[in-house]
């Protein structure tokens, strides 16, 4: 075994890193050290975190078995303790189980708290050995590796364009290039020549054939023409072609600027408080033309349940056993009504790698497949993270206001905080699921899996006060 670690251990030092960047993994070779780091951490100090954990699990389940003997009860609670009487080894599945089957009824609850706390105990544990594990030592230039093939051709591109009334005849596409990131649709940029009508570029979003959630390309571009005609800042969509067997795309203007990343790296105030404002602004634009989006009609709360239940299915068909998550979605179904506090059109994933900016001015929120009507709370607990180091909370706040959001109760923040860091693990765990270890699929995706869901897990055990 510790040769086995030795040579893991070499093969991850190949492979270039930036520190800057490592908390949101892009290129190849961060994308393979992540991953590395991992397993490294699996087959050695994990394991003994992973024993003493599983001694504790075993032991807290036993007890809940002879606490709730004799009770009354379902079959399926029944079965489930008949269960543990008859298995030797206990897994970590178990404990996510039992707090589902039971919930926090009044004779289960302390003891599936205790599992709960068990379980984040483990993952704080692995998460600093994961860590060690990710010191930045001897970076070299990273492996060449074949990229992705393009879905969409530069000929069906100017066609698009040309359907939609723009004068294409004397131009080419020069080249396409594809943009990292993204998992239901990708993300091409496309250069022209000459420029059409003064664009030298145009962004085409394209239906990748994953079946990873997220809004159509038909239902985004049509989301896109209600935010523009709104005033929010996205690139204006051009031209939609819809193609036999869910090949669809959409044309959008290109705009210039980078993306901040997951997390940014560097800090800016000014920048920080007019994130706040473009969210603020997209919140407060008028519904009518949003009635093809998901959750319009309906109470946020109705929605949220939904989201919940959904969230939970999916994430135990994907293999889901942590605790501390089984917890999180009986603490949220306990809170549903919190979500009924606003209502308006959210964006669902606004974070710095959908924003772009340059010179520190925002130029285009990115990215709106995951709109929905429903609490503004609810974009607000996702973001919540990135204005402190970008420039602080309090500042993202006073921009979010003088674009005429309204900030939340602390209980209704909170609520959406813990969802949106649910809503995360569950799509990271079903990413796993479909994606991981498939030749055509971007080695970014993989990293995601290696890395992020261990700092997301820390940020739910910290929100649920289970550290």
């Known amino acids: 075994m510790a040769d086995a670690i030795a040579y893991l251990k070499g093969l991850r030092n190949l492979f270039q890193v930036d520190p800057a960047d490592w908390y949101q993994p892009r290129l190849p070779g961060q994308a393979e050290r992540a991953i590395l780091s991992a397993l490294i951490v699996d087959a050695g100090a994990g394991r003994p975190i992973r024993e003493a954990a599983g001694h504790h699990r075993s032991e807290i389940l036993r007890q809940l078995a002879k606490t709730l003997s004799g009770a009354g009860l379902n079959g399926a609670q029944q079965a489930f303790l008949a269960e543990l009487s008859g298995t030797a080894e206990l897994a970590e599945e178990h404990s996510a189980r039992a707090i589902a089957l039971f919930?926090?009824?009044?004779?289960?609850?302390?003891?599936?708290?205790?599992?709960?706390?068990?379980?984040?105990?483990?993952?704080?544990?692995?998460?600093?050995?994961?860590?060690?594990?990710?010191?930045?030592?001897?970076?070299?230039?990273?492996?060449?590796?074949?990229?992705?093939?393009?879905?969409?051709?530069?000929?069906?591109?100017?066609?698009?364009?040309?359907?939609?009334?723009?004068?294409?005849?004397?131009?080419?596409?020069?080249?396409?290039?594809?943009?990292?990131?993204?998992?239901?649709?990708?993300?091409?940029?496309?250069?022209?020549?000459?420029?059409?009508?003064?664009?030298?570029?145009?962004?085409?979003?394209?239906?990748?054939?994953?079946?990873?959630?997220?809004?159509?390309?038909?239902?985004?571009f049509a989301t896109a023409q209600g935010l523009h005609k709104g005033g929010v800042k996205v690139p204006r969509p051009l031209a939609l072609t819809r193609r036999d067997g869910g090949r669809d795309f959409m044309v959008m203007e290109w705009a210039d600027g980078a993306m901040m990343g997951w997390t940014p790296t560097f800090r800016d105030e000014a920048l920080c408080r007019e994130c706040g404002f473009q969210l603020g602004r997209a919140h407060s634009v008028p519904l009518e033309d949003f009635a093809h989006v998901p959750g319009y009609g309906r109470k946020p709360s109705e929605q949220m349940r939904d989201d919940i239940a959904l969230r939970g299915e999916k994430w135990r068909k994907a293999g889901g056993r942590e605790a501390v998550m089984a917890h999180a979605l009986q603490w949220l179904a306990d809170r549903v009504d919190l979500a009924d506090s606003a209502m308006s059109l959210i964006h669902g994933d606004y974070?710095?790698?959908?924003?772009?900016?340059?010179?520190?001015?925002?130029?285009?929120?990115?990215?709106?497949?995951?709109?929905?009507?429903?609490?503004?709370?609810?974009?607000?607990?996702?973001?919540?993270?990135?204005?402190?180091?970008?420039?602080?909370?309090?500042?993202?706040?006073?921009?979010?206001?003088?674009?005429?959001?309204?900030?939340?109760?602390?209980?209704?923040?909170?609520?959406?905080?813990?969802?949106?860091?649910?809503?995360?693990?569950?799509?990271?765990?079903?990413?796993?699921?479909?994606y991981l270890g498939r030749a055509n699929q971007q080695l970014a995706t993989a990293a995601t899996i290696a890395h992020r869901h261990k700092f997301e897990m820390a940020r739910l055990i910290g929100l649920l006060d289970l550290g």
């Open 103 to 220: 919930g926090y009824t009044p004779g289960a609850a302390p003891l599936l708290q205790e599992l709960a706390r068990a379980d984040a105990a483990m993952h704080l544990a692995l998460l600093n050995a994961y860590e060690a594990e990710t010191a930045f030592d001897r970076p070299e230039d990273a492996a060449e590796s074949a990229g992705p093939v393009a879905r969409v051709s530069g000929e069906e591109i100017l066609g698009s364009l040309a359907e939609a009334g723009l004068p294409t005849a004397a131009v080419s596409v020069a080249e396409i290039k594809i943009i990292l990131g993204g998992f239901s649709k990708q993300t091409l940029l496309c250069e022209l020549s000459p420029p059409l009508e003064g664009r030298p570029r145009v962004v085409v979003r394209a239906e990748n054939g994953t079946a990873y959630e997220g809004a159509s390309v038909v239902s985004e």
């Open 351 to 434: 974070r710095g790698h959908n924003i772009l900016q340059k010179d520190g001015v925002v130029t285009a929120i990115l990215d709106w497949e995951h709109a929905r009507i429903a609490n503004p709370a609810q974009d607000l607990g996702y973001a919540r993270s990135f204005p402190d180091v970008l420039g602080s909370w309090e500042i993202f706040l006073e921009g979010y206001v003088a674009g005429g959001g309204v900030i939340p109760a602390l209980e209704v923040l909170r609520f959406h905080e813990v969802f949106a860091t649910v809503f995360t693990l569950a799509v990271i765990t079903e990413i796993d699921q479909q």
